[in-house]
C-alpha cells in the first residue's frame, strides 16, 4: 500500500505562529539559540589566524507583543559569514542580527578552544596548551560592546600550607579566567588573548606546559615551591597587571583554585572599571 505524504498546495501559506501577538505585556530580554557549535577563525599573535570550533549564543531582544522570534533567522545570518567569523566581522553579523530580527539588541556569545605554542622551561621542548578562549558582542541602544576572555589553567602552591609544614606544602591546577573590556587606546594596540594568558601564568605560582620532562618538571615544581600564592593574591596579581595597563578599561578576573587537600573549590574574584571610563 502506498502511503502519500500530506502535500500543502503553494498557494496556501503556513501561518507564521511567531508573528501571533502576545498580551501579557512581557519583553524577553534574550531569546535565541545556544549551545550551536560553529567553525570560528581567531586572531592569533604568532600565526595570524587559528581556526577553532565555537560553541555559540546568539540572541535578540523580543518586544512584549510577539509570541516568538524566528529562530531560523539567526542560523541564515551565520551561514552567510561562514569562513570569516572573526573578531572583526563579529559586529557586521550583530547588526545584522538585529535587522534581520528587527530587534533593538543583539548578543553573540564565543566559548572556544584556543592552541599556544609552549616551551619548557629547562629542555625547551615545544608542545601545545589548550586554553578557552571567549568573546562577548553585543549591541543596544547605548552603542556596541565587545569583551574579550580566556581561560587558563596555572599551578598554585597555598602559602599557609608551606609556611607551617615541616616539609612540602599543597599545590593544585587553578584556573585564572579573565574578561576585559578595552579603551580606546587599544584601537592601535590590540590586546591579544596572549596577552591575558601572560598576564595569567605570570600572578600563578607556575605556568603548565602539556609537555615536560624530567629536568623541566623539578624546574616547575621548585618554582611553584618559590612563588606560593592564595587564591586572592592570584586575582590580586592580575588585576594589578590589568589595572597598569591603559588599553583596558574594565576587566573581571576570577580564580578558582581545585585544592588538592579539600572536595571543594576555593575562588576570587575582581570586577574593575577604570575610574575614566565610568
Ligand atoms: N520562536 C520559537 N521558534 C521555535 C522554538 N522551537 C522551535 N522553533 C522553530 O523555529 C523554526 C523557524 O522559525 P522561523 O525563523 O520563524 O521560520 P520561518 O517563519 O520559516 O522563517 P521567516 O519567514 O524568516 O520568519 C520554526 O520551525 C519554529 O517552530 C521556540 O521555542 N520558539
Known sequence: MRHLLP??????????????????EIPIDRVGVTN??????????ANESQSTVATLSLSVHLPHHFKGTHMSRFLEVLNEHRGEFTIKTLPTVIHELKTRLDSEAAHIEARFPYFI???????KK???LDIEGYFHGASDASGDDFILGVSVPVTSLCPCSKEISDYGAHNQRSTITIEIRMTSAASEHF??????????????S???????????ERFVTMQAYDNPAFVEDIARNVAKRLQDDERIGWFR????NQESIHNHDAFSEILWT?????
Not at 550551536?36 to 599573535?45: C, G, H, Q, S, T
Not at 605554542?117 to 629542555?123: D, G, M
Not at 578576573?253 to 578558582?256: E, T
Not at 577604570?274 to 565610568?278: H, L, M
Request: charged content about 30%.
Open 117 to 123: 605554542e609552549k616551551q619548557a622551561p629547562v629542555t
Open 206 to 216: 607556575a605556568p603548565l606546559y602539556a609537555l615536560l620532562k624530567r629536568p623541566d
Open 253 to 256: 578576573v576570577k580564580c578558582v
Open 36 to 45: 550551536l557549535r560553529y567553525p570560528i577563525i581567531v586572531w592569533d599573535k
Open 274 to 278: 577604570r575610574p575614566t571610563e565610568s
Open 191 to 204: 590586546v591579544w588573548m596572549e596577552d591575558l594568558i601572560e598576564i595569567a601564568e605570570a600572578s600563578a
Open 7 to 24: 502535500s500543502l498546495p503553494l498557494e496556501s501559506p503556513m501561518e507564521d505562529v511567531q508573528n501571533r501577538s502576545d498580551n501579557r
Open 126 to 128: 615545544t608542545s601545545l
